[in-house]
């Protein structure tokens, strides 16, 4: 890994920043990016990594980024795209679904990791290898637990945008793989959630799963961690769900 760049999106929320941690320890030059602010400079001084600002939903932006990552740093050969989530927005039922809430959160979760490829990709054919990881969700396999029409509508989209790329780049020795975490108490959307399950919902929840516990942003970056790896090199077009097993 001490050979490689990798770009990791997201890093605010717990799993992209346990990520991001995972793989600079394992060696990598890692470089963070997320929405500009305050959250995204103490996260990136916290990690102890160099961040570029950028809104992964305008493609604007993704190329400016682009430009940033090859005049200050080198090319990335791995992509780590865990940017996404909800857009601070909770379930509603159909009739209240609006135009502009749900294309918000297919940018943030479908329409980021197309930029994102078609920006790094040309680099990664040329090198003739590449890792790209994107973070779906166990509701980009079945229906989800937010009840946000548009987030498991962009999770399944996610899926399939996955596979597609695999099918077209892993000729050119990049791998692209999903993981689909259960449920993980990473942020503080995810910690609304979980308090308005209230103790019924949680304890049905805990019954659902496995290992009878809820996951961890360590435990999704294990697993990318292996996914980025050479071990992982004719792994792809795959959807890892870590999550405890869910019954």
Known sequence: MTARTALVTGIVGGIGAAIAARLSAKGARVVVTDLDGDALTEASARLGLPCIAADLGDPDSVREMHNRLGADHAAPDILVNAAGGVRGQVGTPLEEVTPEGWHSIFAANVDATLYLAQALVPHMKQAGWGRIVTISSGAGLRPSLTGIHAYTAAK????????????????????????????????????????????????????????????????????????VSEEAGWTTAQILSVDGGVT
Request: without cysteine; proline residues 6%; hydrophobic residues 45%.
């Open 156 to 227: 399944h989209a996610l899926v399939g945008l996955t596979k597609q790329l695999s099918l077209e780049l892993a000729q050119h020795g990049i791998t692209v793989n999903s993981i689909a975490p259960g449920f993980v108490l990473s942020n503080p959307a995810t910690q609304r959630q979980w308090e308005a399950m209230g103790p019924a919902g949680q304890a049905n929840l805990m019954d659902r799963i496995h290992t009878r516990r809820l996951g961890t942003p360590q435990d999704i970056a294990a697993a990318a961690a292996f996914l």
